[in-house]
């Protein structure tokens, strides 16, 4: 009877065993990618500097900057054609939204290549994409400062395009910044170090505008706290906040 017992427990206990050691982990999650290639036509070689960006982005709202889904960066680049595979949670694509794929090589920060057509994408679907990058000629470079810049405000995170009232920016080498905003002035302190930005310590006047005004006003001075980063693509001023997402736009002042 006693051996009946045993055998029971020990072969009623093996197939709990392998059940547990069968169940999926819950922490991996789900990842999908895109992957493909970027080329360009002229014959010249890359630097070893060179950067390439390869970006999935959200592109359904024209009037508003791109949703980033994933990116890749490839340093050093490399020569072409140049391989990438972006990464990224199949959950944050909706059916009737539209995606694209953009990419850039930069070479010290300098704009050298950047793909000027929208390469539209579905990105569920495993087919390789390729892009093709055009060089950017030394005549439509940006040669604008960030610094001493009057810059008008085009777009502001949570509220999208800025027309009236006007809003404005300015900062200045010796780490001051300001403006006007749709309400009140005002004033700040900036430290700009390469591509870096950071604005803190922000105050205004006290005047009280209409309830959509101050709202602009808010979405502007919580965004400019935010910025961590920013460049100047064809005389726009773009500042991004820490994890690349595009929180102001600004054309220059004439």
């Known amino acids: 009877m006693l051996d ?19 169940v999926p982990d819950p922490s991996l ?3 999908n990618s895109v992957r493909g290639q970027v080329i360009y036509r002229e014959r010249i070689a890359l630097p070893p500097s060179a950067v390439l960006s390869v970006q ?4 359904s709202l024209a009037d508003a900057p791109a949703t980033i889904i994933g990116e890749q960066k490839v340093k050093p680049a490399g020569q072409v054609p140049i391989s990438f595979e972006i990464k990224f949670d199949p959950s944050a694509i909706r059916s009737q939204m539209t995606y694209a794929l953009q990419a850039r090589i930069t070479v010290n920060d300098r704009l050298l290549f950047i793909s000027d057509m929208r390469h539209q994408v579905d990105p569920l679907t495993d087919v390789p994409q390729t892009i093709v990058l055009k060089m950017v000629t030394p005549s439509a470079e940006p040669t604008v400062s960030v ?5 008008l405000v085009d777009f502001v995170d949570g509220i999208g395009a800025v027309t009236a009232p ?8 010796a780490g001051k910044a300001g403006g006007n905003g749709p309400c009140n002035s005002y004033f700040a302190a900036a430290k700009v170090e390469g ?3 950071a604005i803190s310590d922000i105050g205004s006047t006290y005047k009280a505008c209409a309830p ?24 726009k001023l773009i500042i991004v906040d820490k994890d690349g997402h595009e929180i102001l736009r600004f054309s220059a002042a004439s």
């Open 4 to 22: 009946r017992i045993a055998e029971f427990f020990v072969f009623g206990f093996v197939p709990l065993v392998v059940g547990i050691l069968a």
């Open 195 to 197: 591509q870096t930005i």
């Open 212 to 235: 959509e005004v101050m709202a602009e006003e808010k979405a502007l001075f919580d965004a400019l706290v935010k910025a961590a980063s920013y460049r100047i693509d064809a005389g």
């Open 147 to 151: 610094f001493d810049q009057l810059w």
């Open 29 to 31: 999650a789900a990842e």
């Open 56 to 59: 999935l982005a959200d592109v």
């Open 166 to 173: 006007q809003a404005t920016f300015k900062v200045s080498e």
